[in-house]
Every structure is written in C-alpha cells, then in structure tokens.
C-alpha cells in the first residue's frame, strides 16, 4: 500500500485514525499477516520484548 492511496483516508477520518509502520525481522510481511488475523497486538508486544 503506497501512502499516498492512505493519506485522503487519514485526511477525512481525523479523529478517528491511527498509522502504525511496522516491518517484520523475519519476513517484511508479518505485520499485516498478524492484523489481517487479528492478531497485530500480541505480534507487536513479542516485538517489543525483543527489542527491550
């Protein structure tokens, strides 16, 4: 997804939006895997464990 095709969304949904940039270690894709199951949450906390 290019940021461009985003931005008039984010524009238009102000209050209500949140952009989170993430990259997977292993595989660059794991992040949207993880959100587009539901489970983007405890795929973020495993990451932020590893890193602190």
């Known amino acids: 997804m ?3 095709e985003i931005l008039p ?3 238009a949904n102000k209050g209500n939006t ?3 940039c993430a ?3 292993d595989y ?3 992040p ?3 959100f587009s199951k539901g ?3 405890s795929w973020q ?3 932020r464990n590893k890193n602190f």
Do not use: M, N, W
């Open 39 to 41: 489970s983007f949450k």
């Open 32 to 34: 949207l895997y993880a």
């Open 23 to 25: 990259i997977g270690i």
């Open 45 to 47: 906390e495993d990451q």
């Open 18 to 20: 949140k952009v989170h």
């Open 9 to 11: 969304f984010i524009d």
């Open 2 to 4: 290019l940021l461009k």
């Open 28 to 30: 660059k894709f794991d």
